[in-house]
Nanobody, 123 residues
């Protein structure tokens, strides 16, 4: 079992930055892919980006490319998502998720989820 705890959300203004953290516990995190998803009010949970187990590969949806950066430190069992130049459409609850080995943008493929952290971007 892997437990995930996110933090770092908040209320910010357009153009501001936030860094979300996802700390894993329970098992070694080295073999796990770290995904980030978000869910806006009235919408389905949506893929944002993912990082492979080594931190060597990342993928993002087009709308956040160049603004969001996912990184990890396996020694600290932590994955981060740096979010810059935030826009109102980034407002959502953000979730980190983990699955073993293979990258995926499908939330159904992930076995472990954090509780979510709210990001609100005001204009």
């Amino acid at each position: 079992q892997v437990q995930l705890v996110e933090s770092g959300g908040g209320l910010v203004r357009v153009g501001d930055s936030l860094r979300l953290s996802c700390v894993a516990s329970g098992r070694t995190f080295d073999n796990y892919v770290g995904g980030w998803f978000r869910q806006a009010p009235g919408k389905e949970r949506a893929f944002v980006g993912v990082i492979d187990w080594s931190g060597g590969s990342t993928f993002y949806i087009d709308s956040v490319k160049g603004r969001f950066t996912i990184s990890r430190n396996n020694a600290k069992n932590t994955v981060w998502m740096q979010m810059n130049d935030l826009k109102p459409e980034d407002t959502a609850v953000y979730y980190c998720a983990a699955r073993e080995f293979a990258l995926s943008s499908n939330w159904h493929d992930y076995d472990y989820w954090g509780q979510g952290t709210q990001v609100t971007v005001s204009s």
